[in-house]
């Protein structure tokens, strides 16, 4: 059986302009099981020159595609990984976008890429990079530029990567043969020669680094003035297996069983179950070959027939293995083969935050606050990921024997930008979340951001008194009027240590109202960490109780005065 080859090369010069601007990769795995299963990529991004950080929109466009791509479960189809990694991509850009004054500035750059899996080219674009084929001399243009045209013949993109918040991006794919010829390019090489002249180019009987390098010397010889790349490769050899049928054999497979101490699953022992319930199954297993031992999560058979199910388990992984964080738990490539359904995480030992906070009521401040913050470093490398946890509490959130602190759990996290909509947090009366999620999710909005934020202080409150802010009737809660009639219950009651600018921040981290919440995490954690002076100040409600009771002093002060004045008027005048 054959293997899939490329002869590749690229260039990517600044040309005649001060910068580069551009990006370019060619990626192959070294990995046999990686090139079998996710294949070759060859990608091109264009920073626009009319954008401040072009040069740092198109290095992050090209570099978290590539390690993204290469870390999606093995079950999604090329065209599901590359559009969930786009949209992602694509909606870190236009945030930062923002942070220009105009919104013609920012974080943007062109996009176009080949992922060849199998025999068949995937390609996704966006902006007016271009990516060509050529077979047997005949040269096609496979994108369309993403541009529109005004007066005088000029033009302007219309389309990018980080120009809006919804991305609409090109997908397709081609079936490949052997001697096939493949151009990614970027505008500074394909506006300055004809179709004509890269065929000429492409079909040259020359070395591929050859090709690269004359596509770059003619445009520079035809006058080009912008930033110059070319990703050139020649397809040698392809496999014998077809994609659809392998594709279809790895959306296909099945549940594991029950697994017991002993059992061996695709070069895996299993050596003990660690946690079983209604929706999924943990094991401690041991590489055979390597010795290593992970932690084994294996879907419940109850959802075999699931499909919503399935793909919430597989996306689980996807966002594990994205995230690199020391508190979040680490989950594994998969290197070998699989028959059944499962990933990796890395193995721990110890016990939850819940058990923890039961085990130490009204802890040191000093390790208290060492355990918020290092969940809020965890929380933020997720929402560096776009990805929202909605479900963190503290049965979430593992301390090992070693005293570090992990988020454990991916189930309910929703990333933005791959979701057509938002579906809000489902929870199940057996999780006994709803007093430590948001609200907002619970009544089916999305909060965004600040949904982390309310559990992560709703979290903070219980660790520092044992209690939750709106007491345990907060759990029964359904509606917008019954949220309203709970009131926060001061922190310093339960725990006399707690300053009142410490309870003040905790207090406005869980208000129910996004608007009068904190917006982000870090701006949480530094009024924990740091006495805000507003929050030294005296209370307002207690200001405009003290003042409204004095206005009514006085008021009753003064008609009494006038009550004994005209007493004694009338009391003169007889």
Not at 338 to 361: A, K, N, V
Request: include cysteine; proline fraction near 4%; hydrophobic fraction near 35%.
């Amino acid at each position: 059986m054959g293997s899939l080859q490329l002869d590749t090369a690229l260039c990517s010069i600044q040309g005649r302009k001060s910068d580069n601007e551009d990006y370019a990769i060619v990626e192959v795995p070294a990995d046999d099981y990686l090139l079998s299963n996710k294949g070759i990529t060859l990608a091109v991004a264009d920073g626009v020159s009319s954008a401040e950080a072009g040069k740092e929109a198109s290095f992050t466009a090209i570099t978290c595609f590539a390690n993204d791509y290469y870390n999606t479960p093995d079950t999604w189809s090329v065209s599901q990984c590359g559009e969930k990694i786009l949209s992602t991509i694509n909606l870190k850009l236009y945030r930062k976008s923002h942070e220009f004054a105009t919104e013609s500035k920012g974080y943007l750059c062109t996009f176009s890429a080949i992922v060849i899996k199998g025999k068949t080219a995937h390609f996704f674009h966006v902006g007016d990079s271009r990516i060509y084929h050529l077979r047997a001399g005949k040269l096609a243009q496979i994108t369309r530029d993403h541009t529109a045209t005004i007066i005088d013949g000029k033009s302007f993109l219309a389309r990018a990567l980080g120009m809006d918040n919804r991305l609409h991006v090109d997908y397709g794919k081609i079936s490949l043969e052997e001697g096939d010829r493949l151009l990614v390019s970027s505008d500074g090489i394909h506006d300055f020669l004809s179709e004509d002249e890269i065929t000429a180019n492409l079909s040259s009987n020359v070395s591929v680094d050859d090709i690269a390098d004359s596509l770059k010397t003619n445009a520079l010889n035809n006058d080009s003035d912008d930033n110059i790349s070319a990703v050139v490769a020649i397809v040698t050899e392809l496999p014998e297996e077809s994609l659809d049928d392998y594709s279809t054999k790895l959306t296909r497979l099945p549940f594991p069983p029950s697994l017991s101490a002993g059992m061996k699953i695709d070069g895996y022992h299993v050596e003990a179950e660690v946690f079983a319930s209604s929706r999924s199954q943990l094991y401690r297993v041991r590489d055979m070959e390597t010795g290593e031992i992970f932690a084994m999560k294996t879907p419940s058979r109850n959802f075999e027939d699931d499909i919503s199910y399935i793909d919430r388990f597989i996306q689980e992984e996807w966002i594990g293995s994205r995230i690199h964080n020391p508190h979040v738990v680490a989950v594994f490539r998969q290197t070998k083969p699989r028959t059944f359904l499962y990933y990796l995480m890395e193995y721990l030992e110890g016990f939850g935050l819940d058990s923890w906070i039961q085990q130490h009521p009204l802890p040191s401040p000093k390790k208290a606050i060492s355990i918020i913050k290092d969940v809020a470093e965890g929380l933020q490398a997720f929402h560096d990921n776009e990805a929202i946890h909605q479900d963190i509490k503290p049965a979430n959130i593992f301390i090992t024997n070693k005293g570090d602190v992990k988020i454990v759990d991916f189930g309910s996290v929703f990333v933005a930008g791959i979701a057509e909509q938002y579906r809000p947090l489902e929870i199940d009366s057996a999780l006994g979340t709803a007093g430590y999620s948001d609200p907002q999710y619970l009544m089916g909005h999305n909060a965004g951001l600040q949904g982390d934020v309310y559990s992560l202080a709703t979290i903070t409150y219980e660790v520092f008194t044992g209690k939750l802010p709106y007491g345990d009737k907060v759990e029964n809660c359904t509606t917008a009027f019954e949220y309203d009639r709970l009131r926060y219950q001061k922190a310093s009651l339960f725990n006399p240590v707690i300053p009142e600018w410490f309870d003040r921040a905790l207090e406005k981290g869980v208000k129910f109202d996004p608007e009068q919440r904190y917006s982000n995490i870090p701006n949480l954690l530094f009024d924990l960490t740091h006495p805000n002076p507003d929050f030294l100040k005296e209370d307002p409600k207690v200001e405009q109780k003290t003042s409204t009771l004095l206005f009514w002093k006085l008021v009753s002060s003064f008609w009494f005065i006038t009550f004994l004045l005209v007493i004694y008027l009338f009391s003169q005048a007889d």
